[in-house]
Nanobody, 118 residues
Framework: QVQLVESWGGLVQPGGSLRLSCTAS????????MGWYRQGPGKERDVVAT???????TYVDSAKGRFTISGDNAKNTVYLQMNSLKPEDTAVYYC????????????WGQGTQVTVSS
């Protein structure tokens, strides 16, 4: 069973930075792609950023220029560097990993809270 463990969420002031980590129980090369999603209060869970096995990345428009997703296969870990944080970034952030074709298996972490507030 795949396990994804997120860490390093927390409380930060507007304009501050955080780096989230997601450590997998196996090599991240075993997945077609990994990503970060977030769910704000009263909102649906939406994608923030993704990275494929080949290193291609995508970002939601609100994250472009502020967030960077990256992977370290030696540590089985994917990161989300978040800079210039805004109150609207407040959410529970979830790590996702998916693999398989044509039937895709999705795996989720337990989530980590990010609160941007003064």
């Amino acid at each position: 069973q795949v396990q994804l463990v997120e860490s390093w969420g927390g409380l930060v002031q507007p304009g501050g930075s955080l780096r989230l980590s997601c450590t997998a129980s196996e090599s991240i090369f075993n997945f077609n792609a990994m990503g970060w999603y977030r769910q704000g209060p009263g909102k649906e869970r939406d994608v923030v950023a993704t990275i494929t096995k080949s290193g291609a990345t995508t970002y939601v428009d609100s994250a472009k220029g502020r967030f960077t997703i990256s992977g370290d296969n030696a540590k089985n870990t994917v990161y989300l560097q978040m800079n210039s944080l805004k109150p609207e970034d407040t959410a529970v952030y979830y790590c996702n990993a998916r693999r398989g074709s044509p039937w895709v298996s999705n795996y989720w972490g337990q989530g980590t809270q990010v609160t941007v507030s003064s």
